[in-house]
Nanobody, 121 residues
């Protein structure tokens, strides 16, 4: 079994910062790409950022220049540093990881349970 546990969400004022963390654990042989999605009320889940095992990154246009994704491969952990937060960033943030588990021969996506980020004055 593989589990992803997120932390770091909360309430912040516009212009503020938060750092999300997501740690993967369990029967992990290797992790390919990792990343973050978000879902606001009444909207579909959409990608925020992703990072390959080698460190290549991609961002949604709406967060470029404000958010930074990083990872520590030795800890199976991915981070999302969010700066200059706006009310429209309010959402439930989910991390994911494409994991090769022991005894498997393919990578499969695993998801965290979600952490709430609320940007409001």
């Amino acid at each position: 079994q593989v589990q992803l546990v997120e932390s770091g969400g909360g309430l912040v004022q516009p212009g503020g910062s938060l750092r999300l963390s997501c740690a993967a654990s369990g029967s992990i042989s290797s992790i390919h790409d990792m990343g973050w999605y978000r879902q606001a009320p009444g909207k579909e889940r959409g990608v925020v950022a992703s990072i390959s095992r080698g460190g290549s990154t991609n961002y949604a246009d709406s967060v470029k220049g404000r958010f930074t994704i990083s990872r520590e491969n030795a800890k199976n952990t991915v981070y999302l540093q969010m700066n200059i937060l706006k009310p429209e960033d309010t959402a439930l943030y989910y991390c994911y990881a494409n994991v090769l588990a022991y005894l498997n021969d393919n990578y499969y996506p695993y998801w965290g349970q979600g952490t709430q980020v609320t940007v409001s004055s």
